[in-house]
């Protein structure tokens, strides 16, 4: 993820995670305040060109202010210098600290206080809007971080106990939220939609790992997911 600040031919990009679903136009991210260097400081006419830049992301909370920033969208200035910087401080990290942390937390580390907040409603988790529906307007959703397991493209999308505990009782509003996904899926590969959610499927040339081809619904293993989840997450 640390590459992308070395697209040096751009002013201003937006980076979006593999697994965020664009269902409407995106393009009021670029309208984020977003610099490649940190303004210079009145106090420190020195500190010219040697502050970290600012980058534009949503809250990883909607609730908690000190909770950070979700690392899945961010809307940045690329810079070679930037990249440099936060090679230097990965790379002088210990092994023991790179396994425990993730990128999103390296990024959180490397930005604290140092990014502007884009309104959470635009990228939003897609968690967030199965749970608390009533409480947003999906009309200004730009894209659903569909973080987390099941996917909607996994076949156990539908499968209650796939999902991380306290998520599985809602099936039913994950099966309805999912489906958008799949309409855009077959009308993207100019397919009819089956009208039998059950018989939804990837091709095989979209599904390389051959998940599809090898599930068994009422295998065993049919929650097996290599996902481990802690309760509340």
């Not at 980058?55 to 200035?77: C, E, H, L």
């Not at 580390?109 to 990014?115: D, G």
């Not at 209650?160 to 077959?186: R, S």
Request: aromatic share 14%; charged share 25%.
């Amino acid at each position: 993820k640390m590459f992308v600040w070395r697209f040096t031919e751009y002013d201003k990009l937006v980076h979006l995670d593999g697994d965020i679903f664009l269902r409407n136009n995106p393009d009021a991210l670029f309208c984020s305040p977003v610099i490649g260097y940190a303004p210079q400081s009145r106090d420190s006419p020195a500190s010219v060109g040697t502050g970290l830049p600012l980058i534009g992301v949503t809250p990883r909370s909607s609730q908690d202010a000190k909770a950070g920033f979700n690392a899945g969208m961010f809307v940045y200035v690329p810079r070679e210098e930037t990249y440099l910087k936060l090679m230097a401080r990965f790379l002088a990290q210990s092994e023991k600290e790179m396994l425990a942390n993730s990128e999103q937390d390296f990024l959180n580390a490397f930005f604290k206080s140092r990014y502007t907040v884009v309104p959470i409603d635009l990228i939003m988790k897609h968690r967030r809007i199965v749970k608390e529906k009533a409480l947003w307007d999906e009309n200004r959703i730009a894209g659903y971080h569909m973080n987390g397991h099941p996917k909607p493209w996994s076949p156990l999308w539908r499968t209650a106990c796939a999902y991380p505990d306290e998520h599985g009782q809602f099936i039913k509003q994950y099966v309805a939220f999912f489906t958008e996904w799949w309409i855009n899926y077959y009308h993207f590969i100019g397919e009819e939609r089956p009208a039998d959610v059950s018989t939804f499927h990837l091709r095989p040339e979209h599904d390389p790992s051959g998940k599809w081809a090898s599930y068994d619904p009422k295998g065993a293993n049919k929650c097996d997911t290599g996902y481990t989840s802690k309760k509340g997450e």
